[in-house]
């Protein structure tokens, strides 16, 4: 029980965590001329980009509403900042233990931890994405509801989402090489299964439920709600989701526990 409230919540390695995430961040743009600043410009150009190809190439709408191009690629952007943290999370996944073989063998290296890194580099960019979509929502409705305060808490059962399956797929990656394969077309499948480029409520009432047991719907739906609607999210389903995260964190530390004991042999 101790291993796994530690691998939640690992507060005595919190300056490893925030050494090696900083560390994956600035290797990431290292050779870059910009550097950092296309933590900003990404998104940005992400932005113009969906703008001009569903608003005046495609000509598309969103479902029930006639809306300002700005408007319109928010929407979409706000399903897409959440899916992109996730992919990145998930994508990496399998590989967090084999792309580090030294520290397998360091007895002392907690390995519980290397999910934990994976998701703070990968918040740095969802962060940049949240300012973004803040400072857009408040030029394009003339200010930011109050709502906009419950922004942190519809994106918090994130955290234990991606590191659960962290946990769980890291430990089943070691082991089968495959795994890593066979996830990028599932998440590839699961980009257009998630209401990013359309609402729920868009589809028929048959389907919606289905829809509904997929957590990153929920996110996205929520961040929609209390950035460009002025909507406080649904509270009770925010609940039964951290929980239903939460439960999964566990399960997957506990997997990870359970495997890694024979780490060193297949590495």
């Not at 709408?61 to 992109?84: K, M, P, Q």
């Not at 399998?94 to 999910?115: A, T």
């Not at 509904?212 to 950035?227: E, F, H, K, Q, Y």
Request: glycine share 8%; hydrophobic share 60%; net charge positive.
């Amino acid at each position: 029980m101790n291993f796994l409230l530690l691998s939640v919540w690992p507060w005595r390695h919190r300056s490893l965590i925030a050494q090696l995430a900083g560390r994956e961040i600035h290797a990431r743009y290292r050779q870059s001329w910009l550097g950092l600043l296309w933590m900003v410009l990404t998104p940005l150009l992400m932005l113009g980009i969906y703008t001009l190809v569903f608003r005046h190439i495609m000509r598309v709408r969103w479902y029930g509403l006639e809306e300002s191009n700005l408007a319109f690629a928010l929407r979409i952007y706000a399903g897409l900042a959440v899916f992109n943290f996730f992919a990145e999370c998930v994508n990496r996944a399998p590989g967090l233990v084999l792309e580090q073989p030294h520290l397998v063998k360091k007895v002392v290296f907690p390995l519980e931890i290397l999910p934990w890194v994976n998701a703070t580099s990968a918040a740095a960019g969802l962060a940049v994405s949240g300012l973004l979509l803040l400072a857009c929502a408040a030029v394009q409705g003339n200010g930011l509801p109050i709502t906009a305060l419950a922004l942190p808490l519809v994106w918090l059962p994130l955290l234990p989402l991606v590191l659960g399956l962290g946990w769980l797929l890291s430990g089943v990656g070691t082991y089968v090489r495959d795994v890593g394969q066979l996830l990028g077309m599932a998440v590839s499948a699961l980009m257009f299964l998630s209401p990013i480029f359309f609402p729920v409520e868009a589809l028929p009432a048959s389907v919606r439920g289905w829809m509904l047991l997929n957590p990153l719907a929920w996110v996205m739906t929520g961040t929609r709600d209390v950035l460009l609607q002025g909507k406080w999210p649904d509270w009770q389903a925010l609940g039964l989701l951290w929980v239903a995260c939460t439960l999964l964190a566990l399960l997957g530390a506990a997997f990870f526990r359970k495997v890694r004991t024979g780490f060193a042999d297949v590495v």
